[in-house]
C-alpha cells in the first residue's frame, strides 16, 4: 500500500462511490469524508465507516481530504471540479469509463494532480462489500505519481490494472457496455420470445439464466472463439432460417437484433474452423436479407427499363 496515512474523500455516494468507500476502507486506507447530491446518502455511507464524516458542502471533503474521488454522472464531473478548491497539495479522480483526464482540467489548473480510476464492473445498491472489485480490472490514466498510487490500490484489491490510452476510452468504455448492458438487453430480448409462448418474464430468466451462467462459465476457462456454441458454429442452414422466419412473424422487434448478432457470430465461426468459407457466405447472404428488421426479406429494386 502506497502511504495509507493519506486521508480519502468522495463526492457522490451513488453505487461506484459506495462501493469503492467500503473497498478502500476494507482494504486499509483512511476514508475520512463523503458528500453527495443527497445528504442522506453521505450520512449512510460515512455511519458505515470508521472515521468518515458526512458533509454537505463537496469543499469540505476537498479541505479535508488528500485524494477525492469524483463519483458523479459523467456529465457533471467537469462542472464539479471547476466548483472545488483545489491546491497543488490535492489529487482529483474521476471514475467514469468514457471520459480522459481533461475532465478534470479545471483541478489541474489550480494545481491538483489528476487522473481516472474505472472499475469495469457493475455494481447494484445492495452491494456493500468488496467482492465485485477483488479481481476487478480498472482503467487507469493521470499524472505519474498519481498513477503509482492508483497501481497500488489495484494491488489491495487483487486486480488488474488496464493503462488505456486517451484516444481510446471512448472505444473502451463502449465494449464495456456492450459486455454489460448489451448482455442485459439481449437477455430481454430472448426472454421476450418465451412470452410469446405463454410464459412469464421471469419464468423466461429462471429458465435462461442457468445457460447464461454456463456460457460465462465456459468463457472463464477457454478462449471465445473455442468455446462457442449452436447452429451457426455446426453450420446448420436450415435451423437457423427457421428461426429468423418464425422470430419474422411472431416477433418481429427481434429480427433486426438477431441477423446482425448472427452475421457477427458466423465471422466467429470462420475464423474458429467450424464452418467453411463458403458456408458462412451462405450464412451472409440469410442474414442480410433479414438485416434491416422489417417484416419482409429485402428485394432488389427494378429498373426503369424492366
Same mark, same amino acid.
Given at each position: 500500500m502506497v502511504n495509507s496515512a493519506l486521508r480519502i474523500?468522495? !463526492?457522490?455516494?451513488?453505487? /461506484? %462511490?459506495? !462501493? @469503492?468507500?467500503? %473497498? @478502500?476502507?476494507? #482494504?486499509?486506507y483512511l476514508v475520512g469524508a463523503v458528500a453527495s447530491r443527497s445528504y442522506k446518502s453521505a450520512e449512510t455511507l460515512a455511519n458505515k465507516i470508521s472515521g468518515c464524516t458526512a458533509h454537505t458542502a463537496p469543499a469540505k471533503v476537498v479541505d479535508e481530504c488528500d485524494i477525492v474521488f469524483l463519483t458523479v454522472p459523467d456529465d457533471a464531473i467537469t462542472h464539479l471540479a471547476s466548483s472545488l478548491p483545489w491546491q497543488e497539495s $490535492?489529487?482529483?479522480?474521476?471514475?467514469?469509463?468514457? @471520459?480522459?483526464?481533461?475532465?478534470?482540467?479545471?483541478?489541474? $489548473? *489550480?494545481?491538483?494532480?489528476?487522473? =481516472?480510476?474505472?472499475? *469495469?464492473?457493475?455494481? =447494484? =445498491? *445492495?452491494?456493500?462489500?468488496?467482492?465485485? *472489485?477483488?479481481g476487478? /480490472?480498472?482503467? !487507469?490514466? %493521470?499524472? #505519474?505519481?498519481l498513477v503509482t498510487w492508483l497501481n497500488e490500490l489495484t494491488k489491495d484489491f487483487k486486480g488488474t490494472a488496464a493503462h488505456i490510452e486517451e484516444r481510446d476510452r471512448p472505444l473502451y468504455h463502449a465494449s464495456a457496455v456492450m459486455a454489460c448492458g448489451y448482455l442485459t438487453t @439481449?437477455?430481454?430480448?430472448a426472454s421476450s420470445l418465451w412470452k410469446d409462448m405463454g410464459f412469464s418474464r421471469s419464468e423466461a430468466l429462471h429458465a435462461l439464466l442457468p445457460l447464461v451462467k454456463s /456460457? !460465462? =462459465?465456459n468463457l472463464e476457462d477457454q478462449h471465445t472463439q473455442n468455446?462457442?456454441?449452436?447452429?451457426?458454429?455446426? %453450420?446448420?442452414?436450415?435451423?437457423?432460417?427457421?428461426?429468423l422466419e418464425i422470430i419474422q412473424s411472431q416477433k418481429a422487434e427481434v429480427l433486426q437484433m438477431y441477423a446482425q448478432l448472427g452475421t457477427s457470430m458466423t465471422q466467429l465461426a470462420q475464423e474458429q474452423g467450424s464452418i467453411t468459407s463458403e458456408v458462412a457466405a451462405k450464412f451472409r447472404e440469410l442474414f442480410e436479407k433479414y438485416s434491416d428488421g422489417k417484416l419482409m426479406p429485402k428485394k432488389s $429494386?427494378?429498373?426503369?427499363?424492366?
Open positions: 474523500g468522495f !463526492i457522490g455516494a451513488g453505487h /461506484t %462511490g459506495t !462501493i @469503492l468507500a467500503h %473497498g @478502500l476502507n476494507q #482494504a486499509g $490535492k489529487c482529483a479522480v474521476h471514475c467514469s469509463g468514457a @471520459l480522459t483526464s481533461d475532465a478534470l482540467s479545471p483541478a489541474k $489548473k *489550480l494545481g491538483a494532480m489528476t487522473g =481516472s480510476f474505472h472499475p *469495469l464492473q457493475t455494481f =447494484s =445498491s *445492495l452491494d456493500t462489500q468488496m467482492d465485485r *472489485l477483488t476487478c /480490472t480498472f482503467a !487507469i490514466a %493521470g499524472d #505519474a505519481w @439481449l437477455l430481454y430480448a /456460457t !460465462i =462459465s468455446m462457442a456454441t449452436g447452429p451457426i458454429i455446426r %453450420g446448420d442452414l436450415g435451423t437457423v432460417t427457421s428461426h $429494386k427494378c429498373s426503369a427499363d424492366e
